[in-house]
């Protein structure tokens, strides 16, 4: 029901257009503009800056304020107090879970951790030197070969327990692709373990030697999967709920996210900042890239700054950032080059009036990669615990999405191209002159 109305008038039109208006249970009112199409209008939001796409529960953030909130519960205190399961939980079921319904949820997903062991044969297609990220886009589409039994998506069922395969086997395929690309042996999940510990049990443990996982380290990696478990209406999960609308399977859907998500604009910039500080190199010369990133003329971004939503700190940057202090401290890496570069590079950036005037703060992927890379998981692998860690994400969504009344997605488009014209044969055409 709609609390308020928007008028809205056109040049050329005798009466102004009627527009319901509703509000939220916070953040900005929504004009409905449905009605536009009856009357010849579409509205124009490339990029999709000014665009509600969705009614959703799951999460909300205020970007002025800088905060971020999981059904109602901020990041930092899920940082803080909770664990990646029992956010999934959360993120899937809307309330935090008792100790039984955690305990349940726990098993669960550790008796899917396995994957098919046909999957083991898929990367043997794949050269040694491929992208983690390219063989995740593979494989993560590929079972629902596997899974006939579970793709009815009218069906919760079915929902719930692709839910569940998928939460729980990312870590399986995510560490399977590290092995594949270091020559060494898959390792299988050891149920003993939680989830993030048996992660990285899988990711550097070797038959000939499986030592205990710190766990400083596994409760440093569970923080990264936490921290980027969901975030609104981001372009991964905007694309898994538009490859969802058309009644695509979750590991599609999924694995539509997974593509979306390797952007360096996106969930890509982790692995782009760490090239980024390795190309600055040191300290000394910080202030010719901040220099390069305000260049209009010059394609170069400060990598891990900026949002399109915070125009204040993202919340998830500071708590990796405390993050990334102990686990440095703990593994004895105080003078860190490439932490002194980013903490030097964050202090001249918040003081320079390019970056203050255009809100432009560390987000979350300013220092993930600096704990990742002390962890001693490789450049090429940050994406991949990106797309990990927010599996929950794109499955919370794609499940809210068919439980409510959707219809498949299919935007349209302001045409600014030739009109109906006729074709000339070929003799008598000039030449096209292609420009690409
Ligand atoms: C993630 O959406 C999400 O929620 C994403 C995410 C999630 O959890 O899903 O939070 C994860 O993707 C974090 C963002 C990671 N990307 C990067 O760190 C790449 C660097 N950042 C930029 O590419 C950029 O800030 C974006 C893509 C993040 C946001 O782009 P917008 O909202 O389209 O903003 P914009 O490009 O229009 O920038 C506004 C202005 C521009 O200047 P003007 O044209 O107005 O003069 O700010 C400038 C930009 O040139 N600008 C930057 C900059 N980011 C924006 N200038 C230098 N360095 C930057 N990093």
């Not at 102004?16 to 509205?43: C, H, M, N, Q």
């Not at 987000?363 to 940050?382: C, E, H, L, R, W």
């Not at 615990?385 to 498949?408: N, P, Q, S």
Request: hydrophobic share 40%; proline share 5%.
């Amino acid at each position: 029901m709609a609390d308020k109305k928007a008028q809205l008038t056109v040049d050329g039109l005798d009466d102004s257009i009627e527009l319901p208006v509703y509000s939220g249970s916070t953040g900005p009112d929504v004009i409905d503009v449905r009605a536009l199409t009856g009357k010849g209008f579409f509205t124009y939001d490339p990029g999709f800056v000014s665009t509600a796409s969705c009614e959703s529960k799951i999460t909300y953030i205020d970007g002025g304020k800088g905060m971020l909130l999981h059904r109602g519960y901020a990041i930092e205190d899920l940082a803080e107090k909770s664990d990646y399961l029992e956010t999934c939980f959360l993120l899937l079921h809307g309330e935090l879970p008792s100790q039984k319904e955690y305990d349940e949820f726990v098993s669960i997903i550790r008796n899917h951790t396995m994957v098919h062991e046909s999957i083991a044969r898929f990367f043997r297609g794949f050269h040694h030197d491929s992208h983690p990220m390219a063989m995740m886009c593979g494989i993560v589409g590929a079972l629902s070969a596997f899974y006939h039994d579970s793709l009815d998506i009218t069906n919760e069922r079915h929902r719930i327990i692709s839910a569940h395969r998928l939460i729980a086997k990312m870590p399986t395929l995510a560490a399977m692709c590290y092995k594949h690309s270091q020559g060494q042996p898959f390792m299988y999940p050891d149920n003993k373990l939680g989830y993030s510990e048996n992660f990285l049990h899988m990711m550097f443990g070797t038959p000939c030697d499986d030592p205990q996982v710190n766990p400083v380290l596994a409760r440093a990696m569970d923080k990264i999967f936490l921290l980027h478990a969901d975030h609104e209406q981001n372009a991964s999960t905007s694309t898994v709920r538009l490859a969802g609308s058309s009644g695509a399977n979750p590991f599609a859907c999924i694995a539509s996210g997974i593509a979306t998500l390797w952007g360096p604009a996106h969930g890509g910039a982790n692995e782009a900042v760490l090239s980024m500080l390795q190309e600055i190199g040191d300290v000394k010369n910080i202030d010719k890239f901040i220099q390069r990133a305000k260049d209009k003329d010059d394609p170069f971004r400060l990598m891990g700054f900026g949002h399109r939503v915070y125009k204040n700190f993202d919340p998830r940057a500071k708590v990796m950032k405390e993050t990334c202090d102990e686990v440095l401290s703990v593994l004895g890496i105080e003078n860190d080059p490439l932490l002194a570069i980013a903490k030097r590079l964050e202090e001249i950036a918040l003081e320079d009036e390019y970056f203050i005037k255009k809100k432009l703060y560390p987000n979350v992927d300013f220092y993930s990669g600096i704990i990742m890379k002390a962890i001693g998981i490789p450049t090429d692998m940050f994406t991949v615990i990106f797309a990990t860690g927010r599996t929950v994400g794109w499955i919370a969504h794609w499940h809210e999405m068919l439980t409510e009344d959707y219809r498949i997605g299919r935007p349209r488009q302001l045409y600014t191209g030739e009109t109906k014209r006729d074709l000339t044969a070929v003799e008598d055409r000039k030449p096209a002159n292609p420009t690409f």
